[in-house]
């Protein structure tokens, strides 16, 4: 999928920024979704982006295919949700893995990170989501293989 304009993006960032700072319950939600999962310790982006390119850090889009076909950050590899039982083998046992979805409010990671520390993998979750990471400055990499 594609959003039509960036203007629709930004509406919805209002939006969701209007609510967090009038309701006190988007805390104890996004507390909720997050228990027991443990965000990635402070880092900056630029620094986690040098730990995945020299290979110390796996980053792992667990959206739909499409999703990550459409965008996704740099360095990272697409393994659904759905997907990620099958493909668990295939990750290193080695380093971090960061897992990313849609956003602070997308459960997809949380339910990655849980099923991989199960596993006996370290794994964290990433709040951010392509939208908060194009809205940093960062570079995303876009459906026709161009960082934008």
């Known amino acids: ?3 039509a304009e960036d203007g629709v993006c930004e509406l919805y960032r209002n939006m969701r920024s209007l609510a967090e700072s009038r309701l006190a319950e988007v805390d104890r939600i996004l507390a909720d979704l997050n228990r027991n999962i443990d965000e990635l310790e ?3 982006r630029s ?5 995945a390119k020299s290979g110390k850090v796996t980053i792992l889009d667990v959206r739909p295919e499409d999703e990550f076909a459409a965008e996704h950050l740099p360095h ?3 393994v659904p949700l759905s997907s990620l039982k099958s493909l668990m083998s295939k ?3 080695d380093q971090q893995i960061v897992a990313y979805c849609r956003g602070p409010y ?3 990671a949380t339910e990655a990170v849980e099923m991989l520390r199960k ?3 370290q794994a964290a979750r990433l709040s951010d989501g392509i939208r908060e ?3 940093a400055g960062m570079l995303v990499v876009s459906k026709d293989r161009r960082a934008s």
């Open 42 to 44: 402070p880092m900056d």
């Open 133 to 135: 990471w194009r809205d």
């Open 76 to 78: 990272a590899i697409s």
């Open 106 to 108: 997308c459960v997809l």
């Open 119 to 121: 596993k006996g993998f």
């Open 47 to 51: 620094k986690l982006m040098k730990l």
């Open 1 to 3: 999928y594609r959003i």
């Open 91 to 93: 990750l290193p046992r």
